[in-house]
């Protein structure tokens, strides 16, 4: 085989090692500089070809994990990209940040909390005249909290989760709607969970099924208009999301190795099903969850 067609031409279970990654825990939201074994978000390997030429774009959660990969990989076809983040995770976000740079787009770094429903207006605002207009929006920050025991789901947490995982995305999208011209995409991160919930996630799982429902009807809303909504339903990604008490630290070594492929997926994995529904060459893609979960069945 040439060098050109190793690239082009790989055998999915093995493209990614099946990691078994040793039990450990961060403080939520974790960062990808502690990850262990680190995850690949495509630094080394995302090629770009131009598909999201000139774009402006809001990636949100996009220090790490899956969102970083997005950025990275937005930023090697083209766009212009702006990434929000917690505070805490501002060394992770530089990090991303200058990969955004090394690609030769603009990069705009806004740090805050998406519970707090003004400073989803104010990221979208900020996003919008930093990057001198907005038009592809990517939301997918989300908390994921395990909880055994419906009893011990704290009031707080229960509302903590609804704010960044649905509510956020409702206030997010409603304030870049005047930003968004004809041709302009949404992507909203939702997870296998909103079909088969785990029963440790009740929370989380069903922020992830109203995700689902609130793309299919945004969609059909903005599609008139020249605005297109779809959603990205990963399976299990190793992110610093799942060991900040997003799963029992007990679960972790064994992470991802009951899907049909046999192994967790890594973060770049997920970045071309963003890159697709962003891009122009979607058009007639809408309302649409692609699942990028190893083979496990979805409805
Ligand atoms: P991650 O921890 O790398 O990313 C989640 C990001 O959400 C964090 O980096 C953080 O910046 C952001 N966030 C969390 N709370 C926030 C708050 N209050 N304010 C602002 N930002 C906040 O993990 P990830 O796995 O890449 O997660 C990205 C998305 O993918 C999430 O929506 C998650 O639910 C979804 N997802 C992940 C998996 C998986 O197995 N990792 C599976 C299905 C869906
Ligand atoms: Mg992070």
């Known amino acids: 085989m040439t060098d050109e067609t190793q690239l082009t031409f790989q055998n999915p279970v093995t493209r990614y090692p099946s990691i078994s990654p040793p039990e450990q825990s961060q403080q939520e939201p974790g960062l990808d500089l502690q990850l262990d074994p680190p995850a690949d978000r495509g630094e080394q390997s995302y090629r770009g070809t131009g598909r999201l030429e000139g774009r402006k774009a809001l990636i949100t959660g996009a220090d790490s994990g899956i969102g970083a990969a997005v950025a990275i990989a937005f930023s090697r076809e083209g766009a212009d990209v702006?990434?929000?983040?917690?505070?805490?995770?501002?060394?992770?976000?530089l990090r991303v940040a200058e990969l955004i740079k090394g690609a030769g787009r603009r990069a705009v770094t806004i740090p805050g909390d998406l519970a707090e429903a003004t400073f989803c207006s104010d990221l979208v605002e900020k996003a919008a005249s930093e990057l001198g207009g907005l038009d592809a929006l990517v939301n997918n920050a989300g908390k994921q909290i395990f909880v055994e025991h419906l009893e011990d789901l704290t009031d707080d947490q229960l509302t903590a989760t609804y704010e960044v995982n649905i509510l956020a995305q409702f206030r997010i999208a409603r304030a870049a709607l005047p930003h968004l011209v004809p041709g302009s995409t949404i992507v909203n991160t939702t997870s296998i969970q909103a079909y088969q919930p785990s029963s440790h996630l009740l929370d989380y799982a069903s922020t992830k099924a109203a995700i689902n429902n609130f793309t299919k009807g945004l969609a059909q809303q903005l599609a008139p208009q020249g605005i297109r909504v779809n959603a990205v339903a990963p399976g299990p990604i190793w992110t610093p999301l799942q060991v900040s008490a997003g799963q029992p630290t007990e679960a972790l070594p064994?992470?991802?190795?009951?899907?049909?492929?046999?192994?967790?997926?890594?973060?770049?994995?997920l970045a071309p099903a963003y890159v697709f529904l962003t891009s122009a060459e979607s058009s007639y893609v809408v309302g649409e969850t692609l699942n990028v979960n190893g083979g496990s069945p979805t409805p």
């Open 254 to 269: 064994s992470f991802g190795q009951n899907t049909p492929l046999g192994r967790a997926g890594q973060p770049t994995e």
């Open 82 to 93: 702006a990434i929000s983040y917690l505070p805490a995770e501002e060394e992770d976000a």
